[in-house]
């Protein structure tokens, strides 16, 4: 499936280069949540609230630390942005801590991102699969 193929249905790797300090510098991620929709059906949603989030969970074992961002998720409007970020929030609670010296700052950092729904990276993705998002205006 191509992207733009508005019968078929969208299959999206997005590339961001050199993203936040060099996170998915020159890494290709596949999105999670948009599996089979179009274009138009990326459109819509986004018109309608929804946003591309990342979270960060991290690992160690005594010495080695690693803090690494998850693959970009699709959430919908009606989504809890918390409650899609658990596995990660779980996986840096119970592996992260750890390390020393860098394991309990990264598991800090890292938990403080997901608890406030991830990191939103709807802009960046958005201009990757050229569907504009959608500037929300506070009703006066």
Do not use: H
Not at 107 to 128: C, M, P, Y
């Amino acid at each position: 499936m191509k992207a733009g193929n508005e019968s078929q249905g969208i299959l999206l790797f997005v590339f961001l280069p050199c993203y936040n300090g060099g996170l998915f510098q020159g890494d290709s991620m596949q999105i999670q949540g948009i599996e089979g929709m179009t274009t138009g059906q990326v459109q819509f949603e986004l018109q309608r609230g929804a946003k591309f989030v990342f979270y960060y969970y991290c690992v160690s074992a005594l010495v080695i630390t690693f803090r690494r961002p998850s693959g970009i998720y699709f959430l919908r409007a009606d989504e809890n942005a918390i409650v899609k970020g658990l596995p990660w929030t779980l996986l840096t609670v119970l592996a992260g801590w750890w390390g020393i010296p860098w394991g309990p700052i990264y598991s800090i950092q890292s938990l403080l991102i997901n608890f406030k729904g991830g990191k939103d990276v709807t802009a960046e993705v958005a201009r990757q699969l050229n569907v504009a998002p959608v500037a929300v205006v506070p009703a006066t």
